[in-house]
């Protein structure tokens, strides 16, 4: 199935802002989810839904980084409620998460494409239906390996 990834392809050595999805072997750790733009999905992974109040710290200097935040936060952030629905269906990775390690890169999520599966940040993204189809087999600590 098609993905769209980072815009400077797969790398081994992420670092915050260069535009790469990671190379690596990561677990799937759970599913956020806006419920006002569709059912829970079939999943087996712990699933939260995605509040207007959700962010995810992208600010290295911050104690919270590469950590979901409760909005308005201070430090630089991304709005988990977005209006693209990118981020309607979200499945959270554990790369850079244990331990955390500053510029490391962070938010790097499998998520919803954009029309013609133009780059993500870093993250890998899919067509509704194909993600939607895929959780049905995910559950928490399903490996995924990218390379």
Known sequence: MPVALGPTGIRRAKREGDGATPAGLWHLERLLWRTDHGRRPVTGLPA??????????DDPADRCYNRPVRLPYAASHEEMWRGDGLYDLVVVLDHNSRP?????????FLHLARPGFKPTAG????????????LKDMKAGTPLKVD
């Open 123 to 134: 993250c890998i993204a899919f067509r509704p239906r194909d993600l939607r189809r895929l």
């Open 100 to 108: 955390r390690k500053a510029k490391g890169g962070s938010a790097v």
């Open 48 to 57: 939260q839904r995605i509040r207007p109040d959700d962010g995810w710290c």
